[in-house]
């Protein structure tokens, strides 16, 4: 089946630090979403990309859709303690479809 | 996007037991699904809950392992059958409200088999 794999797949930062975390795939999608998830929640939707080459932002967070569609990437900048999580993309081939979840990132900052 | 509320949010079962869980959105959504996180792991999607019939799951999950329903367009369950501790894990339903493609989350689940 498709795999997506994340990397890096943990980081330690300093606070203020910029992040970058990207996922590849083997097969292409048409969409591609970045959740976080906190400890005993559910995913939260950070940031969703449609086209290939899309390059979103949401607050201090940046998403890019790759131009081949198999790959997509997101920054965080001036990193903060709350940015501390595990961050998952997501790849959909059509609309409504099901997900296939990347591998996680976790990220732990420190002060 | 829609509120996602899952009842228990966490239990504690015996083995050969089953446990119920149930999703409830606040508002109509068309698609519902059902997500099991193992421990320390991604989500790997279990299953598509169709409203009205049966529902169509990937490959790895049954029905008569995972028994689904989705009596309306707002609430969906799914149960974990005849329980072994390889089925302690969280277990998370999303939906995509009308109009959009977007999912989102339930909080989640969290099943532990003694």
């Known amino acids: 089946g498709q795999q997506l794999n994340q990397s890096p797949q943990s980081m330690f930062i300093q606070e203020g630090e910029d992040v970058s975390m990207n996922c590849t795939s083997s097969s292409i999608f048409n969409t591609w979403l970045w959740y976080k998830q906190d400890p005993g929640e559910g995913p939260v939707l950070l940031i969703a990309l449609y086209k290939a080459g899309e390059l979103t932002s949401n607050g201090r967070l940046t998403a890019q859709f790759g131009i081949t569609r198999k790959d997509s990437f997101l920054n965080i900048s001036a990193s903060i303690p709350s940015d501390v999580g595990i961050y998952f993309c997501?790849?959909?081939?059509?609309?409504?479809?099901?997900?296939?979840f990347g591998t996680g990132t976790r990220l732990q900052v420190t002060l | 996007s829609a509120v996602i509320s899952q009842k228990p949010s966490r239990d504690i079962c015996q083995r050969g037991t089953s446990l119920t869980i149930q999703c409830q959105v606040d508002?109509?959504?068309?698609?519902m699904f059902w997500y099991r996180q193992q421990p320390g792991q991604s989500l790997t999607l279990i299953a598509t809950a169709n409203q009205g019939s049966e529902a169509t799951y990937e490959s790895g999950f049954v029905i008569d392992k995972f028994p689904i329903s989705r009596p309306n367009l707002t609430f969906s369950t799914l149960t974990v059958s005849n329980m072994s501790p390889e089925d302690s894990s969280i277990y998370l339903c999303?939906?995509?409200?009308?109009?959009?493609?977007?999912?989102?989350f339930g909080p989640g689940t969290r099943l532990t088999v003694l």
């Open positions: 999303s939906s995509t409200a009308l109009g959009t493609d977007t999912q989102y």
């Open positions: 997501a790849g959909q081939t059509g609309t409504a479809s099901k997900l296939t």
């Open positions: 508002s109509q959504v068309t698609m």
